[in-house]
């Protein structure tokens, strides 16, 4: 009865989703003749599909990326937007031995020279969070897929997951990585979070020959299972990230690749979130130039916020945080960047006893719109993280419909 009532909300919802944020749009134009629409996109995932991401590259190339079940495995899937919606399916890999989690989700990036660079998460142990990650590259636009590789070199059966990939050069990727090689080291499981083990935060470049090159420790001590997020600014990349203090903080920090090297960890905002274990709510940022915004969830003195936080020099610094949410947030965030230097951000929100994909607008000034009810979602793990990506003149969206079997619904904003 559950799961009518989230699919007969989803219904009556979905409708309020193309004509909100319609609303919402056009008080993001930048001029009294322009008209700006919202439109349902048909989804390409199959059945039982869920764990969708969003990639838009610089050349504006807009890709989603998503999981599907398979005869005794799964498969990582993808699809290109084009006039009219998505294009055919196609498989990046299958597997019978996949690590497959609503939090730690696989990723596809496109590099300017047109490689494609996919990523996903490979059982290396029978603990429950031994696995690795597993990489792999197109050079034709996914019709073939080379040999999977592993970029961290440590070979412990522990935990290696919540990846951010970027492209560094023509034909280079960045990967970033949360590790767990020093709960094996100090001899503890790999499905271990505690007793004093560190998870790090570590990155590596997978050049164009297919070359791993450049791992790198950037941070020693991190939240355990948080997701990551990194951007590209005017100066080099950004990577935000859960931090862990020695007293148990997990507040947001950031690391910056700026003359050649990666700086120290830096706090975005003191929240002071002292909690004993991982929330599984990581941060997003989305980059233009100079200009970034980074998106998180706290419940320091518990007391539940969804913040936003706005820098004009790559990072360097950040303004005041600003609490985006309606007074009960599960958080799970994300947020781009609009042309006007005002931010979209969503989150999920407590709505009488399940939840909601909730969007606004947010300015660095501090001003927020009116939330919009995206969709109706489950407050379950199973809907996990919903995302979204700007590139050029529009706006997309894909999320999980809890259901047996699952969706992943999309949706676009545009504007002409």
Known sequence: MKNMNIRERAENLL????AALLVLVCSCSSGPDEQLSITPLKSPAGDGAGEPNLFASIDGHTYLSWIEPVDGGHALRFSEREDGGWAPAKTVAEGENWFVNWADFPSLVRLPNGTLAAH????????????DVVVSRSIDNGAAWTRPLIP???GTQTEHGFVSMLPWSEGDVLIVWL?????????GEGDDHGGGKNMTLRSAILDE??????????????????PTSAALTANGAIVAYRDRSENEVRDISVVRFESGAWSSPATICDDRWAVAG????????????????CAWFTNADNDASARVAFSSNGGRSWGAPIDIDDGDPLGRVDVVLLDDGSALVSWLEIALEEAEVRVRRVYADGRIDPAIVASPTSKER?????????????????????DEPSHVRTAVMSQR
Not at 210 to 217: S, Y
Not at 382 to 402: C, H, K, L, Q, Y
Request: glycine share 10%; aromatic share 10%.
């Open 120 to 131: 996903w998460l490979q059982k290396s142990g029978d603990d429950t969070y031994a696995y």
């Open 152 to 154: 961290h070199t440590d």
């Open 209 to 226: 020959s297919g070359e791993l090159r450049n791992e790198t420790v950037l941070d020693e001590r991190t939240c355990d299972c948080c």
């Open 179 to 187: 590790d767990g090689r020093n709960f094996a080291a100090s001899g």
């Open 278 to 293: 991982c929330p599984v709510n990581g941060p997003e940022l989305d980059a233009s130039g100079d200009r970034v915004v």
């Open 382 to 402: 199973a809907s996990g993280f919903p995302r979204m990506v700007a590139n050029g003149d529009e706006i997309v969206f894909a999320w999980t419909e809890v």
């Open 15 to 18: 409708r309020c989703l193309f």
